[in-house]
């Protein structure tokens, strides 16, 4: 048989390996199948065309076709040639030889193999003609047998690399597979080959394709449509002729009948080919495939499976569908295929990790076949994503919701987004999750939220809180876009509320608003507060007014026909009806009519018990002015009108003339009822007279001109004479069209008119702003720079707007989320002023402004607006600002990862400009991160007074010609324009020399060279001067000065500089002695000038002038301060424009709680009661004095004595603060308050702060009301209502009522924090009790409800009742009992919720407030729950098996809202779900204490133990996906716990399997990609080669049936798939 084998020098079928060679791409090297550089493209074609030169290819290729059967005598492209009809008509009959016996085959092949002795070329040749012969014999199948054969024939000598092999193969079935439509009509030939009786191709144009690699693992990969080519013409027989490899007279080549043989044709081809192609996949996974093979192979099974039911592209679907059926061939590859895949993923091998699958998609895939071997592939895969996705989430998940009781929200961890500013920052208030449990977000995912799912809920849960809560209008900015009828284009990144939301959430809202009315609450004030949120929903487009109008109708029909009683809908719809996209819907919708129709189906005849109140008479004449509105607007309209309602509108008009005919102007101190009703009713219909006549008013006093000392001869300054304010509660019911009619008026007469205007101007100006936050804000920067160019070149607009910022308005920008905005433009006119000769007033107020703005910040902030270069703030304002930072780090944490990342910027830009060193004593209260960063910082107070002693001479000089008594004045100008800059300096110092020597000082010539001297040298001046102030007093103690004497001195001469003379800033002076507080004598100045009668007189007039701290209550008549009594010498010096609020007491407002600050840091505790004490009423009037005792009882908790605990409260009016009855009692007593008191302060955060839950479509879940029962606040009659429990908050506030901290949830949420931490206990104290109420809490409500309030909630039959698998009695060791001491007999009742929800809600609740508390009760939060766990018996008995610890901890892990639904919750799950809650609202920053409760739990020694540290640890780590080196810790954490249980010297109490934690691996798996992509998980994703790292070194302590588990999950390229397709691994291995 030796005689026919092929001899290499003849050549066989030149033009077919020609043509086969564009459909076998040559096999790529392992190393490059994912990452092949683009400059190897020349050497593959290189070795392309060794490979088909080479002189042992048509031997070897003749040797096959001999084993094959197939002839080499007919010419390869013959038939394909010529003509189709020469084609059909040709019948050839070939006289075949028998091919020899495959036995021989092996020999055959070692005769060639021995003639060549390059034998890697030879092993590529063969690879190549193995693969095109694979794609042409493969429907043939005696042919595929021996191919087969042959390739383990030559696998056993070692002669096929399977790594060059496969990817070959692979890629060249890919392109076989690719559509004509694509370019290639690779498939026909390989359809005409198998088909042919020849065996011999026709030609094919395949071009090489690259190495497939899936596009999109996690969705369905790319189809292959029609695989073949798209459907032909019927005017095209010679293409259909070509295509189709039967005989002619069995077809007929027209349309579908041709299309329908060919699709035939082509899947069994596939079928065939890709049959094959398993099988040869299977015995090369019987060898030892690299990593990237193995990937290879799994994404080109997946991308089969997934595409298994591609159709022809073109047929008619009906047609299609009948015609395609799937048949046994394609089945046989299915079964095939999942063989192959079955063996990639099986765990004794792991080849590729199950986790794969689970992110692949493949079990979303739409048409499943009847298939039960894929199925159960499908089914395992949905199994194991449902474990896996569990360790994502937290439990309860779906009651975490923002409660607006923190001024941030935490965004979770996406991916960075560059070129985006943090202005246009969308929130994420909300996530849903997603299939394999990562937190999504955006408006396409909101979208596809179904109405009535729990998602849906949740976010309808969050919106009608914000309703309830108003946040500020930025967060509604923030998390909504504009409707899409208002869109006119894309805007992104989405929110995650959809229009259909915000629609259904402002409809509940107006609902539940009526039926409140409707019970004759007087709720008028909460109308007013959703009135003005709703302006500015509708005014920004969030929500589409013809649609809204629609569904509002509906919804007043479905729910109940009598619910609309009054015309507060019709009121409601008034208030925004002037609004541009409300009137174009009325003018020119296309439903304009039916619109309008609606909105007068709105009315009702308002009958109310009292016809003379405002409200009855607005609401009586509402639809009046809304019919004459609409008649205004639209003439198509009018003949819907009412009449009736037009004619009553003469009534207004009738009452108009009467009030304001002739030029009498109405008194606004002196309106009747009926009066103000009557007024509140022309707002609507005439607001421009209407404002014109309260701008009379402000105005009717006349004008009168000031005289002053720095006016110019011919210079005459006129200011209007004072009236009464117009008084709040008159402006709350104007419509919102005339606030901002009188708005606009105002600002043109404050900041543009000839006259100065009174205080009663500016302060209605400021009452209208404050009455509706939302509809009203504007940018009073933003308005002065539109007026003139440059701010400062009008000083007298410039003061007054900083006066209305720093008095007024402060709490209002912050409440806006202005305030960091606010901070950039008043730096850029300090910057500007800072250097101008005695421009002192404004800068002082601008700097004082900046002062009380930065420390109204409780999140970061940057110091620059571009970010770059030092900052532009002064010294004092530098200073402030790490003072602040150390505050907010250490009282509210660092929010987030990017916040990190720039505080070393921030650092950075301060000091940069800062010689500032701070003491010791003060850095000892720093939080770590700002103490390592300034510990270094060197003092330059010693090189400052070398500096002095060098110059000390030449300025005592200067100082005597300058001050001296009999001083030349000329010597004045003299000294101004030419002494030195660093002489200039020491001014002041010398001065104060002079005067200890007893020099009489020339105060006339220092106050006037001061004044000449630009702020900052000022500034300097201050600061220089205590420097050499406690120097000299050193010196003269170590003289032997006695102290007493020395502060006497001390303090008298200060008092010439600021008392009696008033030549410095205060506030400056005493900023700048504090900051030296490691000089004992500088907080003794300090507290001797606070003690001062001066002093305290001053701050006792201006308590007199200024009126009651809540000033918008304030009806009287403002008294103006003289500008120097008010300003003082140095600040009023050429100053003509009079104060509004201005005054040198108010500077001292933001300064005061620092000096608190520092004394209590200097252990100065009398001193600082002392100071208190004394200015505790003064303080009332600080903007942040609730943020004040908050923050400083956080920042110094475990430091502060009871006794000034106590005297810290009286800063706060307490009379206005919503602390707990038995509050005064506990803070006066040593013992610890019973847990009711916890159990209370918990309950009014249930009620007040979280949001409260929704009905639910599906029965029995927590979110349904029991038997309509509603959460109403205690004494409030309850409201049955089908959204569940929704009334107003008790009291419902005004913004102005609530100005800090912002809103009402924030001042319950912060009061309860500010009554934790003064109590005279200990932290482990209050936390083991917190702890107590929630581990038995809801036990203790059922008992204590029964008879009282029904449970609501029964049985379920879908909720387990005892742990599967396991003893009844485990689960009564798991079950908790009740508190003891705790009396719930009307909680319930007081919640208006069942016990079972209570219960779940009070675990949020608790979790809530232990996150807003300081990271000492974190501590404490760690180690009692780690008690709690560890005692639960079953976890630590070493006597259960491993199924029954799986089960009892899989029960006792419940959501506490499924554990409650049948009264089984467990300690456990009430703990862990207690710090899954805790977890979601902590800052990222205080994230990194978490691992401290592993610890506690630690040794574990049980899968049950693992598994809950698992259960609690493993959902923080999505969050943790962009704060890399908290994941990592946080990941090592857990794995230590795996090498507990699973380690090599570990002994666990039960032995255990490591497939049983196969849910584990899969986690890992996940969230290591998670943070690989900072994400959720793309197609892209790969893990960090830290991470890889990481786990690599973890595993080697693991035992080895787990580290095979986690083979991939390692920096090893030679096992890892993961490692081997990581661009930086390589990278290093090339």
């Given at each position: 048989m030796m005689q026919r084998a092929p001899t290499p020098g003849q050549p066989a079928q030149p033009s077919a390996d020609m043509e086969q060679l564009n459909n076998t791409p040559p096999p790529p090297q392992p190393q490059q199948q994912q990452h092949r550089p683009s400059s190897s493209s020349s050497s593959r074609v290189?070795?392309?065309?060794?490979?088909?030169?080479?002189?042992?290819?048509?031997?070897?290729?003749?040797?096959?076709?001999?084993?094959?059967?197939?002839?080499?005598?007919?010419?390869?492209?013959?038939?394909?040639r010529e003509p189709p009809n020469k084609t059909q008509k040709r019948v050839t009959a070939i006289n075949r030889e028998l091919p020899p016996p495959n036995e021989q085959f092996l020999f055959d092949f070692e005769q060639i193999q021995i003639q060549f002795p390059d034998q890697e070329q030879l092993r590529a040749v063969t690879e190549s003609v193995l693969i095109s012969l694979v794609i042409q014999c493969c429907n043939h199948a005696p042919r595929a047998e021996f191919l087969l054969f042959a390739l383990r024939s030559l696998c056993n000598i070692g002669y096929i690399n399977w790594d060059a092999f496969l990817p070959s193969l692979l890629s060249s079935v890919s392109s076989a597979e690719t559509p004509v439509g694509q370019g290639s009509q690779a498939m026909t030939a390989v359809a005409s080959a198998t088909s042919s009786q020849s065996g011999v191709p026709p030609p094919a144009n395949v071009p090489n394709s690259t190495n497939f690699q899936s596009s999109n693992p996690a969705s369905p990969l790319p189809s292959i449509h029609g695989i073949g080519s798209p459907a032909q013409s019927a005017a095209e027989p010679s293409s259909c002729t070509t295509l189709s490899p039967m005989k002619s007279n069995d077809v007929i080549c027209t349309g579908q009948q041709s299309a329908r043989a060919n699709i035939s044709v082509r899947e069994n081809v596939i079928s065939s080919l890709r049959q094959l192609s398993c099988k040869i996949i299977l015995i090369g996974l019987e060898s030892n495939l690299m990593p990237v093979t193995r990937f290879d192979i799994f994404n080109h099974m997946l991308n089969w499976l997934v595409n298994w039911d591609q159709k022809q592209q073109g047929l008619d679907e009906f047609d299609s569908a009948q015609f395609w059926k799937p048949d046994k061939a394609l089945i046989e590859w299915l079964h095939n295929c999942l063989d192959v895949i079955w063996l990639l993923v099986d765990d004794n091998k792991c080849r590729v990790p199950f986790y794969e699958l689970i992110r692949s998609g493949l079990q979303f895939i739409e048409n499943i076949p009847d298939d039960e071997a894929l199925f159960t592939l499908i089914l395992e895969i949905h199994r194991r994503r449902d474990m896996m996705a569990t360790h994502m989430q937290m439990l309860d998940q779906h009651l975490h919701c923002p409660t607006f009781g923190t001024p941030r929200l935490l965004p979770q961890a996406t991916p960075n987004i560059s070129g985006e500013t943090v202005t246009n920052m969308r929130?994420?208030?909300?996530?849903?999750?997603?299939?394999?449990?990562?937190?999504?977000?955006?408006?396409?995912?909101?979208?596809?939220?179904?109405?009535?799912?729990?998602?849906?809920?949740?976010?309808?849960?969050?919106?009608?809180?914000?309703?309830?809560?108003?946040?500020?209008?930025?967060?509604?900015?923030?998390?909504?876009?504009?409707?899409?009828?208002?869109?006119?284009?894309?805007?992104?990144?989405?929110?995650?509320?959809?229009?259909?939301?915000?629609?259904?959430?402002?409809?509940?809202?107006?609902?539940?608003?009526?039926?409140?009315?409707?019970?004759?609450?007087?709720?008028?004030?909460?109308?007013?507060?959703?009135?003005?949120?709703?302006?500015?929903?509708?005014?920004?487009?969030?929500?589409?007014?013809?649609?809204?109008?629609?569904?509002?109708?509906?919804?007043?029909?479905?729910?109940?026909?009598?619910?609309?009683?009054?015309?507060?809908?019709?009121?409601?719809?008034?208030?925004?009806?002037?609004?541009?996209?409300?009137?174009?819907?009325?003018?020119?919708?296309?439903?304009?009519?039916?619109?309008?129709?609606?909105?007068?189906?709105?009315?009702?005849?308002?009958?109310?018990?009292?016809?003379?109140?405002?409200?009855?008479?607005?609401?009586?004449?509402?639809?009046?002015?809304?019919?004459?509105?609409?008649?205004?607007?639209?003439?198509?309209?009018?003949?819907?009108?009412?009449?009736?309602q037009l004619q009553k509108g003469k009534q207004i008009d009738e009452w108009w003339r009467q009030v304001s005919k002739g030029e009498r102007i109405m008194d606004y101190m002196n309106m009747d009822e009926r009066s103000i009703g009557m007024f509140w009713v022309v707002s609507y219909t005439m607001a421009q007279p209407a404002c014109e006549t309260v701008m009379n008013w402000l105005t009717s006093a006349g004008v009168t001109e000031i005289p002053g000392p720095n006016l110019q001869p011919n210079e005459r300054l006129m200011v209007m004479q004072e009236v009464s304010p117009l008084p709040i509660s008159l402006l709350s019911g104007f419509s919102i069209n005339l606030c901002l009619k009188l708005a606009y008026q105002m600002e043109e007469s404050m900041f543009s008119g000839q006259v100065v205007p009174s205080i009663a101007m500016v302060e209605t100006y400021v009452r209208v702003l404050l009455i509706a936050p939302h509809a009203l804000f504007r940018s009073l920067m933003m308005l002065l720079s539109q007026r003139n160019q440059n701010p400062l070149s009008k000083p007298a607009a410039s003061i007054l707007v900083f006066e209305i910022l720093n008095y007024r308005l402060l709490s209002l920008y912050r409440y806006q989320g202005k305030n960091k905005g606010l901070i950039h433009d008043v730096t850029k006119i300090i910057a500007t002023l800072k250097g101008k000769r005695g421009d002192h007033r404004a800068f002082r107020l601008a700097e004082n402004l900046c002062m009380n703005l930065i420390l109204s910040m409780r999140e970061f902030f940057s110091v620059k607006r571009d970010g770059k270069g030092p900052t532009e703030f002064t010294e004092t304002i530098n200073r402030i600002t790490i003072t602040t930072l150390a505050i907010i780090i250490k009282t509210h944490g660092i929010a987030e990862v990017e916040h990190l990342l720039y505080l070393q910027t921030i650092l950075e830009q301060i000091l940069a400009t800062s010689q500032h060193a701070w003491s010791e004593k003060t850095l000892r209260h720093f939080p770590p991160i700002l103490r390592d960063a300034l510990a270094g910082r060197i003092d330059n107070r010693g090189l400052a007074i070398q500096a002095w002693q060098q110059a000390e001479t030449t300025v005592i000089n200067q100082c005597t010609q300058l001050l001296s008594a009999a001083a030349d004045p000329s010597y004045v100008m003299t000294y101004i324009n030419h002494s030195f800059p660093q002489h200039r300096q020491y001014l002041c110092a010398g001065a104060w020399i002079l005067m200890y020597s007893h020099h009489e000082i020339n105060s006339l010539h220092l106050g006037r060279v001061l004044r000449e001297f630009s702020p900052e040298e000022v500034t300097a001046n201050i600061y220089t001067m205590v420097d050499v102030i406690l120097h000299h007093f050193n010196l003269e103690l170590q003289r032997g000065r006695p102290l007493q004497d020395l502060m006497l001195k001390a303090c008298t001469n200060l008092a010439f500089f600021i008392w009696t003379h008033e030549l410095l800033p205060l506030d400056i002076l005493l900023l700048a002695l504090i900051d030296r507080d490691d000089d004992p004598h500088a907080l003794r100045i300090v507290i001797s000038i606070l003690d001062s009668k001066e002093l305290q007189q001053r701050v006792k007039v201006y308590l007199m002038n200024r009126g009651p701290a809540e000033h918008w209550l304030?009806?009287?008549?403002?008294?103006?301060?003289?500008?120097?009594?008010?300003?003082?010498?140095?600040?009023?010096?050429?100053?003509?424009?009079?104060?509004?609020?201005?005054?040198?007491?108010?500077?001292?407002?933001?300064?005061?709680?620092?000096?608190?600050?520092?004394?209590?840091?200097?252990?100065?505790?009398?001193?600082?009661?002392?100071?208190?004490?004394?200015?505790?009423?003064?303080?009332?009037?600080?903007?942040?004095?609730?943020?004040?005792?908050?923050?400083?009882?956080?920042?110094?908790?475990?430091?502060?004595?009871?006794?000034?605990?106590?005297?810290?409260?009286?800063?706060?009016?307490?009379?206005?603060?919503?602390?707990?009855?038995?509050?005064?009692?506990?803070?006066?007593?040593?013992?610890?308050?019973?847990?009711?008191?916890?159990?209370?302060?918990?309950?009014?955060?249930?009620?007040?702060?979280?949001?409260?839950?929704?009905?639910?479509?599906?029965?029995?879940?927590?979110?349904?009301?029991?038997?309509?029962?509603?959460?109403?606040?205690?004494?409030?009659?309850?409201?049955?209502?089908?959204?569940?429990?929704?009334?107003?908050?008790?009291?419902?506030?005004?913004?102005?009522?609530?100005?800090?901290?912002?809103?009402?949830?924030?001042?319950?949420?912060?009061?309860?924090?500010?009554?934790?931490?003064?109590?005279?206990?200990?932290?482990?104290?209050?936390?083991?009790?917190?702890?107590?109420?929630?581990?038995?809490?809801?036990?203790?409500?059922?008992?204590?409800?029964?008879?009282?309030?029904?449970?609501?909630?029964?049985?379920?039959?879908?909720?387990?009742?005892?742990?599967?698998?396991?003893?009844?009695?485990?689960?009564?060791?798991?079950?908790?009992?009740?508190?003891?001491?705790?009396?719930?007999?009307?909680?319930?009742?007081?919640?208006?919720?069942?016990?079972?929800?209570?219960?779940?809600?009070?675990?949020?609740?608790?979790?809530?407030?232990?996150a807003q508390l300081p990271p000492e009760f974190h501590i404490q939060l760690y180690i009692e729950a780690a008690r709690v766990i560890k005692e639960s018996w079953w976890l630590s008995d070493g006597k259960r098996s491993v199924t029954e610890l799986e089960s009892a901890v899989c029960y006792a892990l419940l959501d506490p809202t499924w554990a409650a639904q049948d009264n089984t919750s467990t300690a456990i799950g009430n703990v862990v779900a207690l710090l899954h809650a805790f977890f979601s609202n902590l800052p990222l920053e205080w994230l990194e204490g978490t691992h401290l409760i592993i610890k506690h739990l630690k040794p574990v020694t049980s899968i049950a133990g693992l598994r809950i540290a698992f259960r609690i640890m493993g959902p923080l780590l999505p969050r943790l996906a962009n704060a890399h080196t908290l994941f990592s810790k946080t990941l090592s954490v857990l794995l230590s716990v795996m090498a507990d249980v699973f380690g090599r010297n570990s002994q666990p109490s039960a032995p255990v399997e490591a497939s049983e934690i196969a849910d584990i691996i899969d986690f890992l798996h996940h969230v290591v990609h998670y943070e690989g992509q900072g994400g959720p998980v793309q197609a892209s994703s790969k893990p960090r080669a830290e991470v890889l790292a990481l786990i690599g070194r973890a595993a080697e302590s693991f035992r080895p049936d787990v580290q095979h588990l986690l083979t991939h999950l390692k920096a090893d390229v030679n096992c890892s798939i993961y490692a081997a397709t990581h661009p930086k691994f390589v990278q290093n291995t090339n």
């Open positions: 290189t070795a392309i065309n060794t490979r088909h030169f080479h002189p042992a290819r048509p031997a070897i290729l003749d040797l096959f076709n001999l084993y094959l059967g197939r002839s080499s005598q007919q010419k390869p492209d013959e038939s394909a929130y994420s208030p909300i996530t849903y999750p997603s299939v394999l449990g990562e937190p999504l977000h955006g408006e396409e995912l909101a979208a596809s939220i179904q109405r009535g799912s729990l998602d849906w809920e949740r976010a309808m849960r969050c919106l009608r809180h914000a309703f309830r809560n108003t946040p500020s209008p930025d967060w509604w900015r923030r998390v909504l876009l504009v409707a899409p009828c208002h869109r006119l284009q894309a805007q992104g990144p989405g929110a995650v509320f959809t229009s259909e939301m915000i629609s259904e959430a402002t409809i509940d809202s107006i609902v539940d608003l009526l039926k409140l009315t409707n019970l004759e609450t007087n709720c008028w004030q909460e109308w007013l507060i959703f009135s003005d949120v709703f302006y500015f929903l509708m005014k920004h487009g969030c929500i589409d007014f013809v649609d809204f109008v629609d569904k509002l109708v509906c919804r007043l029909q479905d729910d109940d026909q009598h619910i609309l009683r009054t015309n507060h809908v019709t009121w409601l719809l008034a208030q925004v009806i002037r609004v541009e996209l409300v009137m174009n819907a009325l003018n020119t919708d296309s439903r304009k009519v039916e619109t309008t129709r609606k909105i007068l189906s709105f009315h009702k005849e308002d009958r109310s018990s009292d016809p003379n109140n405002p409200q009855s008479i607005l609401l009586d004449f509402i639809s009046s002015c809304q019919n004459l509105r609409i008649w205004s607007l639209n003439t198509s309209t009018r003949e819907y009108l009412n009449n009736e304030f009806s009287g008549t403002f008294k103006r301060a003289e500008l120097q009594k008010a300003l003082g010498n140095h600040l009023s010096w050429k100053e003509r424009y009079p104060t509004f609020f201005d005054d040198i007491a108010a500077r001292l407002l933001p300064v005061i709680p620092l000096i608190i600050y520092r004394l209590i840091e200097n252990d100065a505790i009398d001193a600082a009661d002392r100071v208190l004490q004394v200015y505790s009423t003064f303080l009332h009037y600080y903007p942040l004095n609730f943020t004040f005792v908050r923050d400083i009882l956080a920042y110094f908790y475990g430091h502060l004595p009871g006794k000034l605990i106590i005297r810290i409260l009286t800063v706060l009016d307490v009379k206005k603060i919503p602390f707990s009855e038995s509050f005064p009692q506990h803070i006066n007593s040593s013992n610890a308050p019973p847990l009711d008191y916890f159990a209370t302060l918990l309950l009014g955060l249930v009620n007040h702060v979280i949001p409260p839950l929704n009905n639910s479509s599906k029965k029995g879940q927590v979110g349904e009301a029991s038997n309509s029962s509603v959460r109403a606040p205690h004494n409030k009659a309850q409201v049955t209502s089908q959204s569940g429990p929704s009334v107003a908050p008790e009291g419902q506030k005004p913004f102005y009522q609530l100005q800090d901290p912002g809103t009402y949830t924030q001042l319950i949420l912060e009061t309860a924090v500010i009554e934790i931490l003064s109590l005279p206990i200990t932290a482990s104290q209050i936390v083991s009790s917190l702890v107590q109420i929630v581990v038995h809490i809801q036990p203790t409500l059922v008992q204590s409800s029964n008879g009282l309030h029904p449970t609501g909630v029964g049985q379920s039959s879908m909720l387990p009742t005892s742990p599967s698998g396991g003893s009844t009695d485990s689960l009564g060791a798991t079950r908790t009992p009740s508190a003891a001491g705790l009396n719930t007999s009307n909680f319930v009742w007081r919640s208006g919720y069942t016990c079972q929800q209570l219960s779940c809600l009070l675990i949020q609740a608790c979790g809530l407030l232990l």
